[in-house]
């Protein structure tokens, strides 16, 4: 396969903003000459991560990994105010041709790409006299590689089993040029691409430990870069996908004691200020927006006319704050949500966390918190009540609602009733975040849409998603099964 989705890469002339003008271009034939230029190839690793279809939106599209994956699953519906612009995603109707599925095919090995250049090249300059240096680029470079491998891995694996064969997807570790005679990839094991991804993510451990400098700057609002904390925070995630218990436990351990948990019953503002950029919070990773560069909200929410085309199931939250699982007395009701009629059209909440910068600002151009602590310490109680450690998993349970829920009454769970609290609190803690069509692919395998579905309030076609259904997995796009022999399509298309 041919990785066509390569695009110009786009430099940085300063640290915490990631600017839209190249100042370096990769075609295969301007390779980085210079340390300076390896590190403007990875800038613009990160900036792929800004693309419309990856962690950005367009009107009514995109946001594959922040808002899509509530899309899928039964935490929004799409109200009568859409444009229809996902109706195929939204109702489960996608297909190979489907537009949405090869760009969101296409926007992680744009950014791979990228992170392979640095990888391939990095050594040729580095010195004992720029050791750290090269460690920062490096292990960025990994950590940036293994986590587009893993976002891809979620959509188009058909199951998460650690040491299966099912097929995963192509963990790329060169760079590919567009060609007749390209290499053509073929779909790994799911075994074989853990394997490949847990080596990346050690190996960014590794060096990120040894850096010549910090890579996120203290006192910043914003956290764009992925430093240590970030690797170890991946690492998590994706130890909890491949029910690797323990390594889960400590990786999230380990971000957790660098990047402490917010208390928004004490503090409010500095869990709000997350996502409009008033305060860093608990951010341990966020996509970077800059004026102009859109945001992650426009595929739910179209913050300049404030036209909400998905709302949250009366399961999450209504209205009058007494109902779902997140309610008044909760910092997340007024952080995420706004009571937002269009017209006589759609009525009820919108999910306006990513409205804009600044307590009043609705342009929409708003960061993505992708890593956030409240995520460890729900991957890590998860983990610990999967492995027999209950006590602690509710521990850390409570912990999380007792620095969200004023009032909060502590929880006494064990077995499955701990895990369905925790599954649950997920659910309410990371609306709109990326998670949840995933949580239930990699649990349940099952999606029963709530009380909505089906209504004159939502023109969704479909409210139920069953355990066999070719859906859980997207489609390898046409395009890329053609001209790659060695791709074998997913069960059912």
Same mark, same amino acid.
């Given at each position: ?96 041709? *489907? ?219 209504? !209205? ?122 990699? !649990?349940?395998? *099952? ?47």
């Amino acid at each position: 396969m041919a990785l066509t989705a390569l695009s110009m890469l786009q430099a940085c002339t300063k640290e915490e903003v990631l600017e839209l003008t190249p100042e370096f271009t990769l075609d295969g034939l301007n390779n980085p000459s210079n340390m300076d230029q390896i590190e403007q190839v990875l800038l613009g690793a990160y900036a792929g991560f800004r693309n419309g279809n990856y962690y950005g939106s367009g009107s009514g599209t995109g946001a594959g990994w922040s808002l899509m994956p509530d899309v899928l699953s039964d935490n929004l519906f799409e109200s009568g105010s859409s444009l229809a612009n996902s109706r195929a995603m939204a109702d489960w109707t996608f297909n190979q041709n *489907t537009t949405q599925i090869t760009t969101f095919y296409s926007a992680p090995y744009a950014v791979i790409a990228n992170a392979n250049v640095v990888l391939r090249d990095i050594d040729k300059f580095t010195t004992s006299a720029n050791q750290g240096r090269a460690n920062r680029l490096k292990g960025q470079a990994l950590a940036i590689r293994a986590l587009a491998h893993f976002d891809l891995f979620r959509y188009f694996a058909p199951r998460f089993d650690r040491n299966s064969n099912d097929p995963a997807v192509a963990y790329v570790k060169e760079f590919i040029l567009p060609s007749p005679n390209a290499v053509q990839p073929p779909r790994m094991t799911n075994k074989e691409f853990y394997d490949n991804l847990f080596a990346d993510l050690s190996e960014a451990v590794r060096l990120l430990q040894n850096v010549d400098r910090a890579i996120n700057a203290s006192s910043a609002l914003t956290r764009p870069y992925i430093d240590l904390a970030g690797a170890y925070a991946i690492q998590a995630r994706a130890s909890l996908y491949a029910g690797q218990w323990a390594d889960a436990i400590t990786a999230a351990t380990e971000a957790i004691d660098r990047r402490p948990l917010v208390n928004g019953v004490t503090n409010p503002a500095a869990f709000a200020g997350m996502y409009n950029e008033t305060n860093r919070g608990e951010i341990i990773w966020n996509i970077q927006f800059e004026a102009g560069q859109s945001g992650p909200t426009f595929l739910v929410y179209f913050a300049t006319n404030k036209r909400s085309y998905f709302r949250p199931a009366l399961e999450i939250a209504d !209205t009058l704050g007494t109902g779902g699982l997140v309610r008044s007395n909760d910092v997340r009701y007024s952080t995420y949500f706004t009571h937002i009629n269009d017209g006589t059209v759609s009525k009820g909440l919108a999910l306006t966390k990513y409205r804009g910068k600044g307590a009043t600002v609705s342009d929409g151009n708003a960061n993505f918190p992708a890593i956030r602590t409240g995520e460890m310490y729900l991957i890590r109680a998860e983990a610990r009540a999967r492995s027999g450690q209950d006590v602690l998993a509710l521990q850390d349970l409570n912990t999380l609602r007792a620095n969200r829920i004023t009032g909060n009454l502590p929880l006494v769970l064990v077995g499955a009733p701990l895990l369905e609290a925790i599954a649950n609190e997920r659910r309410a803690e990371l609306i709109g975040e990326g998670h949840r069509f995933f949580d239930l692919k990699r !649990t349940t395998r *099952t999606i029963q849409r709530g009380s909505t579905c089906g209504t004159s309030q939502s023109p969704a076609g479909d409210c139920r998603l069953e355990p066999n259904d070719r859906e859980w997995a997207l489609p390898i796009p046409e395009t890329v099964v053609r001209a790659n022999t060695n791709q074998a399509q997913n069960s059912g298309y």
